[in-house]
């Protein structure tokens, strides 16, 4: 039965662990390449351009949607096979903003790329900015990742 055994399918002593159940949201399973809007996101994918980096700076976050990969249709729309990068793009500020699809689409369905892109490296940098601000918080503060470790391993 899901959730009662251990991974390796046998029952630990004591409490056993419980394997979770996958959280795969509607929006934003498969965030999409700024370069492709075919092809997944990825870190390991060498064009530095195709994927926005959770500690980019926002002049980088900004220059890398700025070329990001558009087409010359007008508006902008979600779902239409011909337009992959529309969806992505209509999809990463959907999930920034923690705005509705209908809600996206009222606000930015309308726009062209030029309006459309300033809005949404806003919206992605300051989806970013509590998680910049913490990290930055936390190398900047000496000794705290040793002493987390040091508790963790106590």
Same mark, same amino acid.
């Given at each position: 039965?899901?959730?009662?055994?251990?991974?390796? #399918?046998? &029952?630990?002593?004591?409490?056993?662990?419980?394997?979770?159940?996958? /959280?795969?949201?509607?929006?934003?399973?498969?965030?999409?390449?700024?370069?492709? #809007?075919?092809?997944?996101?990825?870190?390991?994918?060498?064009?530095?351009? &195709?994927?926005?980096?959770?500690?980019?700076?926002?002049?980088? =976050?900004? !220059? !890398?949607?700025?070329?990001?990969?558009?087409?010359?249709?007008?508006?902008?729309?979600? *779902?239409?096979?011909?337009?992959?990068? &529309?969806?992505?793009?209509?999809?990463? /500020?959907?999930?920034?903003? #923690?705005?509705?699809?209908?809600?996206?689409?009222?606000?930015?369905?309308?726009?062209?790329?030029?309006?459309? !892109?300033?809005?949404?490296?806003?919206?992605?940098?300051?989806?970013?900015?509590? =998680?910049? *601000?913490? /990290?930055?918080?936390?190398?900047?503060? !000496?000794? /705290?990742?040793?002493?987390?470790?040091?508790? #963790?391993?106590?």
């Amino acid at each position: 039965e899901k959730g009662t055994k251990a991974p390796s #399918g046998r &029952s630990r002593g004591g409490d056993i662990l419980r394997v979770p159940d996958a /959280y795969i949201p509607a929006a934003g399973a498969r965030v999409m390449s700024l370069t492709d #809007g075919t092809s997944k996101m990825s870190k390991s994918n060498p064009a530095e351009g &195709s994927r926005i980096n959770v500690l980019d700076s926002p002049d980088e =976050i900004a !220059k !890398k949607i700025k070329r990001c990969k558009t087409d010359t249709f007008e508006g902008l729309e979600f *779902g239409n096979p011909e337009r992959p990068e &529309s969806t992505n793009l209509l999809t990463m /500020y959907q999930l920034c903003t #923690g705005k509705t699809k209908d809600e996206v689409i009222a606000e930015c369905g309308a726009m062209r790329w030029g309006d459309f !892109k300033p809005a949404l490296t806003d919206a992605v940098i300051a989806h970013f900015e509590p =998680i910049q *601000g913490r /990290y930055a918080q936390i190398v900047g503060e !000496k000794g /705290y990742l040793d002493d987390v470790l040091a508790r #963790g391993a106590g």
